[in-house]
């Protein structure tokens, strides 16, 4: 079976950065992924990790440690619009589909 | 940018009664899927669907649902008989197997059942 577990709710100020953590058991391993999610909408690709390291993208990072089970997504420079539920989602094996977690609801406040 | 259309955005029905949620994904892709979230709650995955026919399920993919990819271009959920558990958002979603996978989702249909 696979569990993703991530906090449910964090609250940051805007202008500041945060780190949203996500903790997976999957029995192979094939890719980590980041999506953010705004009430009533799709969820949409923010970033992905297959390899242990950080890897960079404007505003947003997303680390992973494979032999620990670990990512996390950092948001620097908060905005009032990154205020959203955040998705740490696992694929497990080849071409599998993605296991999503319960998600991360971030309110940035003023 | 090339995206994943479905429809209806909302559609209400009564408990009992067939729905089929239509989505068109992203022409080039090859994996199509079919997720669903509940209010409140996380996104789960139902059924992929690859070179027509199903490759994967989840235990929620029982016997009332079916899909179908019925020409080169819309890929279909059926749910024969609904019932009031149905009620969530359901987002298809498609992906290429290449790079990164990702799925790239469609905007939703938000299904209630009364």
């Known amino acids: 079976g696979q569990n993703i577990d991530q906090p449910t709710e964090m609250t940051a100020t805007e202008g500041a950065i945060v780190q949203i953590n996500c903790t997976y058991q999957?029995?192979?391993?094939?890719?980590l992924f980041w999506y953010q999610q705004h009430a009533g909408e799709a969820p949409t690709f923010l970033s992905y990790?297959?390899?242990?390291g950080l890897e960079e993208k404007g505003r947003f990072s997303s680390f992973l440690s494979r032999s620990k089970g670990y990512s996390y997504l950092l948001l620097k420079e908060l905005q009032m619009k990154d205020s959203a539920s955040y998705l740490c989602?696992?694929?497990?094996?080849?071409?599998?589909?993605?296991?999503f977690g319960k998600g991360t609801r971030l309110s940035v406040i003023a | 940018e090339p995206e994943v259309t479905q429809t209806p955005s909302h559609q209400v029905t009564q408990m009992g009664q067939e729905v089929i949620l239509r989505c068109v994904p992203i022409?080039?892709?090859?994996?199509f899927y079919w997720y669903r979230q509940i209010l409140g709650q996380k996104v789960e995955f139902l059924v992929s669907?690859?070179?027509?026919?199903?490759?994967?399920k989840s235990e929620i993919f029982d016997d009332q649902f079916s899909v179908e990819r019925p020409d080169g271009s819309n890929f279909t959920l059926k749910i024969r008989s609904t019932k009031l558990e149905d009620s969530a958002m359901y987002f298809c979603?498609?992906?290429?197997?290449?790079?990164?996978?990702?799925?790239?989702f469609g905007e939703g249909s938000r299904l209630t059942v009364l």
């Open positions: 979603a498609s992906s290429v197997p290449a790079n990164t996978g990702e799925l790239f």
């Open positions: 999957t029995s192979g391993f094939n890719g």
């Open positions: 990790n297959v390899l242990d």
């Open positions: 989602a696992v694929r497990d094996l080849g071409n599998t589909p993605l296991v």
């Open positions: 022409s080039n892709h090859l994996y």
């Open positions: 669907f690859y070179n027509n026919e199903i490759s994967e």
